[in-house]
């Protein structure tokens, strides 16, 4: 579960953020987003369609813009330049979680070894909490979107986000020695330390952190009301970490890039002033 602590502290960040920004007279908007989150970790295999698929889950966040086109101040338009009509500042808290199984060619029925057993035993989960920001450019002019001069404006984005993570993972593997006990590496597939667990880094670790990530996406919104929108955001996010699943095995062919993860989220947007 998320620390009480870690959360009610980027929450205050984000209202202290949010409030600061509130001083410099742009118009504000705030909503809501949630979706299904697919995470590409050390879980199955690369490039695997059914890994892909089947380790997904699902996220939730509350978002906060900076429209520089409208000043709120004056009840105004701002001065026009491209600046101003083609870029938001986007604030965001959000939470993913995945549950992670190993999928794919080496768990499948037919292999029958004691490591095929072990990955079926071991699972895991990823739960993340983010908080950051990304500047978001409308190709379209958004003084003409909120005017209703056309439905739909589409964007691309880029960010960073600070990253607070806490794994689970769990065996249930029934071998020699210790079933059950996630710090037996006996009970974890054999060729992630060579058999030989003094000689490499121990491949599982749940004691969390937190680590930076890039954030990209690229979007829509539809144009609901003069003062609501609805939004379609595609997001892809790079962790600077191998730990934010819990695994960090070193087997080169399977494990070549840190965890990321792509969300499909839908929003709602809501204008305060």
Same mark, same amino acid.
């Given at each position: 579960?998320?620390?009480?602590?870690?959360?009610?502290?980027?929450?205050?960040?984000?209202?202290?953020?949010?409030?600061?920004? !509130?001083?410099?007279?742009?118009?504000?908007?705030? =909503?809501?987003?949630?979706?299904?989150?697919?995470?590409?970790?050390?879980?199955?295999?690369?490039?695997?369609?059914?890994?892909?698929?089947?380790? !997904?889950?699902?996220?939730?966040?509350?978002?906060?813009?900076? &429209?520089?086109?409208?000043?709120?101040?004056?009840?105004?338009?701002?001065?026009?330049?491209?600046? &101003?009509?083609?870029?938001?500042?986007?604030?965001?808290?959000?939470?993913?979680?995945?549950?992670?199984?190993?999928?794919?060619?080496? /768990?499948?029925?037919?292999?029958? !070894?004691?490591?095929?057993?072990?990955?079926?035993?071991? !699972?895991?989960?990823?739960? &993340?909490?983010?908080?950051?920001?990304?500047?978001?450019?409308?190709?379209?002019?958004?003084?003409? %979107?909120?005017?209703?001069?056309? #439905?739909?404006?589409?964007?691309?984005?880029?960010?960073?986000?600070?990253?607070?993570?806490?794994?689970?993972? @769990?065996?249930?593997?029934?071998?020699?020695?210790?079933? =059950?006990?996630?710090?037996?590496?006996?009970?974890?597939?054999?060729?992630?330390?060579?058999?030989?667990?003094?000689?490499?880094?121990?491949?599982?670790?749940?004691?969390?952190?937190?680590?930076? @990530?890039?954030?990209?996406?690229?979007?829509?919104?539809? #144009?609901?009301?003069?003062? @609501?929108?609805?939004?379609?955001?595609?997001? =892809?996010?790079?962790? %600077?970490?191998?730990? /934010?699943?819990?695994?960090?095995? #070193?087997?080169?062919?399977?494990? #070549?890039?840190?965890?990321?993860?792509?969300?499909?989220?839908?929003?709602?947007?809501?204008?305060?002033?």
């Amino acid at each position: 579960m998320l620390n009480p602590k870690q959360l009610t502290l980027a929450i205050l960040i984000f209202l202290s953020a949010s409030t600061a920004y !509130s001083q410099l007279g742009f118009s504000h908007e705030i =909503g809501i987003i949630t979706g299904p989150v697919a995470f590409k970790s050390d879980y199955g295999e690369r490039f695997d369609y059914e890994t892909n698929a089947g380790n !997904s889950g699902i996220g939730i966040g509350l978002v906060h813009y900076i &429209n520089f086109a409208y000043q709120a101040d004056c009840n105004c338009y701002t001065t026009d330049n491209y600046f &101003n009509d083609h870029f938001k500042l986007r604030s965001e808290i959000s939470w993913n979680k995945t549950k992670l199984d190993h999928l794919g060619q080496f /768990v499948d029925p037919s292999q029958t !070894s004691a490591d095929a057993d072990r990955l079926r035993a071991h !699972s895991g989960e990823a739960n &993340n909490l983010d908080i950051g920001m990304q500047l978001e450019y409308f190709p379209l002019s958004i003084r003409s %979107f909120q005017a209703f001069g056309y #439905k739909f404006a589409p964007f691309i984005s880029l960010g960073a986000h600070y990253v607070s993570f806490n794994p689970k993972v @769990s065996t249930s593997y029934l071998g020699e020695g210790d079933p =059950g006990n996630i710090n037996n590496l006996n009970n974890f597939y054999n060729p992630w330390y060579v058999n030989d667990p003094t000689n490499l880094p121990v491949p599982i670790d749940v004691s969390g952190g937190s680590t930076w @990530s890039i954030v990209s996406s690229i979007g829509v919104r539809y #144009k609901l009301t003069v003062v @609501s929108d609805l939004m379609l955001d595609l997001r =892809g996010q790079y962790y %600077f970490s191998d730990w /934010v699943d819990g695994l960090n095995h #070193k087997l080169e062919d399977y494990n #070549k890039y840190n965890d990321w993860l792509v969300w499909l989220n839908v929003g709602y947007i809501y204008y305060l002033d």
